[in-house]
T-cell receptor, first 114, second 116 residues
Framework: KAGVTQTPRYLIKTRGQQVTLSCSPISGHRSVSWYQQTPGQGLQFLFEYFSETQRNKGNFPGRFSGRQFSNSRSEMNVSTLELGDSALYLC?????????????FGPGTRLTVT | GENVEQHPSTLSVQEGDSAVIKCTYSDSASNYFPWYKQELGKRPQLIIDIRSNVGEKKDQRIAVTLNKTAKHFSLHITETQPEDSAVYFCAASAANYGGSQGNLIFGKGTKLSVKP
């Protein structure tokens, strides 16, 4: 099976712009979670989507949003970019059901805000 | 909310020695504890996990132990090899059976260096 894929892999944006990142989960996986990774704050949970519904949300401002499509692919959007949004954005997919809790990460999108 | 503390932040061992990384968590509702290995420039890779109804789990040279009463869990790597060098993250979540996977709350990471 193909792993979790994310596009684009690298992105450079200017303050005030907005950005959309995409995540395709492992085939059959229905849950997608997003995380932000920075050297200072480490790995922080953004949100989780399942069946096109947001089920959990981390402590991030409303500028961070996401959605999930019927094929389980997910996108996250960051509006009005700030310098502090520079980070590696990781998505993780998991198979819901039968007490399977494992989350598998994609390669990430490296966002640089200048 | 949940808080996960991880120690040490850096660990240097000689090849063949054992390495131990410890984590504590605060939320008694947490029931799933995975460990991830992240090599430089790569994605976090799930290496082992444990659930709250199990005290210990082993996979070849890697083992994880969980003490629910004390709210701490540990990763043990035996016979370390240079390719074990990476950053290791512990995490905790309150996953629901067949439902939400919960949000993983991560420790800050341990940079393990295995010297040949």
């Amino acid at each position: 099976k193909a792993g979790v894929t994310q596009t684009p892999r690298y992105l450079i944006k200017t303050r005030g712009q907005q950005v959309t990142l995409s995540c395709s989960p492992i085939s059959g996986h229905r849950s997608v979670s997003w995380y932000q990774q920075t050297p200072g704050q480490g790995l922080q949970f953004l949100f989780e989507y399942f069946s096109e519904t947001q089920r959990n949300k981390g402590n991030f401002p409303g500028r961070f949003s996401g959605r999930q499509f019927s094929n389980s692919r997910s996108e996250m959007n960051v509006s009005t970019l700030e310098l502090g949004d520079s980070a590696l954005y990781l998505c993780a997919s998991s198979l819901v059901g039968d007490s399977t809790y494992e989350q598998y990460f994609g390669p990430g999108t490296r966002l640089t805000v200048t | 909310g949940e808080n996960v503390e991880q120690h040490p932040s850096t660990l240097s061992v000689q090849e063949g020695d054992s390495a131990v990384i410890k984590c504590t968590y605060s939320d008694s509702a947490s029931n799933y504890f995975p460990w991830y290995k992240q090599e430089l420039g790569k994605r976090p890779q799930l290496i082992i996990d444990i659930r709250s109804n199990v005290g210990e789990k082993k996979d070849q040279r890697i083992a994880v132990t969980l003490n629910k009463t004390a709210k701490h869990f540990s990763l043990h790597i035996t016979e370390t090899q240079p390719e074990d060098s990476a950053v290791y993250f512990c995490a905790a979540s309150a996953a629901n059976y067949g439902g939400s996977q919960g949000n993983l709350i991560f420790g800050k990471g341990t940079k393990l260096s295995v010297k040949p």
